[in-house]
């Protein structure tokens, strides 16, 4: 459903450590924005009764049913967009603004 690539856990285990968050489930969560592309969260919280749970890269990912549909088969990195500005980035097909990465 969701994949975390290396780089991306690493972090999100490295801010719930800073964070003392540390047992929390990551939460992420999509919403459709007027122009039909899609709006991500994400932060540490605790999982409700109707939640999706998965485990991935030992970090236990809770989403909504709502958010489950627009993430399916979604892509978490975190990668170095410009000189020592690193920011997590959504690769989701679901996106109609997604491009794939281009191979070199």
């Known amino acids: ?11 999100i285990k490295l801010s ?17 924005n007027d122009d039909d ?3 991500y969260g994400m932060g540490f919280d605790n999982s409700k009764e109707d939640d999706v749970s998965i485990n991935v890269e030992d970090i236990e990912i809770i989403i ?15 990668v170095e967009l410009e000189p020592d500005k690193f920011q997590f980035i959504f690769m989701n ?6 491009q794939p990465p281009s191979e070199n």
């Open 37 to 39: 592309s899609i709006h």
């Open 1 to 11: 459903m969701i994949t975390v690539t290396p780089a991306a856990a690493a972090q």
């Open 64 to 78: 909504s049913t709502a958010s489950a549909e627009l993430l399916k088969n979604t892509t978490i990195d975190f």
């Open 16 to 32: 719930a450590d800073q964070g003392k968050t540390e047992g929390m489930s990551l939460r992420i969560a999509a919403t459709r």
């Open 93 to 98: 097909p679901n996106d109609p603004n997604y």
